[in-house]
């Protein structure tokens, strides 16, 4: 059908902060050398448009995938704001109390200096509609999504026909999801079926399921 579209959301590859387990939001980090190197397995997918998060590593994992691809940067595809937190780790900060009570409630408060998981969630909502309205506007037939580890999971959230919360969703790094629906339910904002993105091995001899 002419009115069907295809959207694939792919988180970025993994940087130093993220190989160590360290709360990283908006700190502009590259992608480690390892990250690059684990980068492929998408040279099947042919988007039209590419939208991606405006930090570098999402920007970075877009040129590395789909090189001769333009990208789109849309600031509301963030991660999370964790102020004061960027940079650490959940051990480095155990003797916080501060920390301490945002483990049990997260989604009521919000980081030092940072965000709260409301704020999170309007500012993911707000990108992905501008995203969304722009595929309905211009008929976009096949678009990638590059962004990060949370601000995915809640816009999967979003679409998923199961209904599956937040945390549901395995999405290592250099992973993702997609979906095909039409222009009317897009724009309705109905939900959908989610299928991992297959990945293909670099000798191209057939898909491989493995993840980094």
Known sequence: MDDIVAITFLRHGLTESNA????????DEVLSEQ???ELCGYSHINPTFIFTSDLKR????????????????VQGLREMHFGDWEGLTHDELQADKHYQKWLDNYDKMSTPNGESFQQFQQRVETG?????????SEKIKETVVIAHGGSLRYILSLLDKEKKSFWDFPLSHGTGYTIQLTLQD?????RCILSPVERLMENGSGPSKNSN
């Open 20 to 27: 160590k387990n360290a709360y990283l939001g908006w700190t």
């Open 35 to 37: 990250g690059r190197r």
């Open 58 to 73: 999402c920007k970075e994992t877009a040129s590395i995938l789909f090189p001769s691809q333009s990208i789109s940067t």
């Open 128 to 136: 992905w509609e501008q995203i969304r309205n722009r595929i309905i």
């Open 186 to 190: 897009l724009g309705e904002g109905k």
